[in-house]
């Protein structure tokens, strides 16, 4: 059983260090996805060692912006975990933490950018339904959360967080790709007031108003 439990140990740490590189890569490079062969090099693995790990390039790539949306739900959870908040803190205190989530993964909107015209691409047919599927399943669960601690309508809250996800997304895509790193802490900052000025019009209607 021991054993068992390193060599699991041992495949997990592998995968980290897979997935760790693959980002690292991206963002020294001139924004094209690393190749399988040049990931493996820069840890020091085989190239087939790596596809023990992921089926396809596209599916590390698809997998380090999962782990990375991940932190959108991690926000609501932090929040909602508890519901001893008022409606304006709980806001705020999401808002802040997907922020800052943002900030400290420069990968993730650039991934995000690539997504349909270059990852998708280079997975195959059931690795990108199963992507899909993760992404939506983990959006659902921080939604209906939302729902719950906010009072919402049932699908207000998933509604709410789709929205803010195409509104960064379009904030991003709209930046000139130079200036992308260059104007980042403007970009957040931004980002920040754009969320709170769209979530205080979505709960408008409620009987709590949302803060700056």
């Excluded at 803190?89 to 802040?96: D, S």
């Excluded at 195959?124 to 659902?140: H, S, Y």
């Excluded at 959360?145 to 998933?158: E, F, I, T, W």
Aim: aromatic share 8%.
């Amino acid at each position: 059983m021991a054993k068992k439990a390193f060599a699991r140990e041992d495949k997990d740490d592998r995968r980290r260090l897979i997935l760790a590189t693959a980002a690292r890569l991206f963002l020294e490079g001139d924004g094209t996805l690393p190749s399988a062969a040049r990931i493996a090099a820069a840890c020091d693995l085989a190239k087939g060692t790596i596809y023990l790990y992921f089926n396809t390039k596209g599916a590390i790539f698809a997998t380090l912006q999962t782990d990375g949306w991940r932190g959108l739900r991690d926000a609501v959870d932090r929040v909602t975990a508890t519901v001893t908040a008022t409606p304006d803190a709980m806001v705020a205190a999401i808002i802040a933490g997907l922020v800052d989530h943002l900030r400290r993964h420069p990968e993730l909107l650039s991934l995000d950018a690539l997504g349909h015209g270059v990852i998708e691409p280079n997975m195959v047919v059931g690795e990108l339904a199963a992507f899909k599927a993760r992404q939506m399943a983990m959006l659902a669960v921080a939604a209906d959360r939302l729902d719950h601690v906010l009072a919402l309508p049932a699908g207000k809250g998933l509604k709410m967080l789709l929205r803010s996800y195409a509104l960064i997304r379009g904030m991003w895509q709209s930046l000139p790709s130079s200036a992308a790193t260059e104007t980042a802490f403007d970009f957040h900052a931004e980002v920040a007031e754009a969320l709170h000025e769209y979530w205080r019009g979505a709960l408008a209607g409620h009987s709590f108003q949302i803060g700056t």
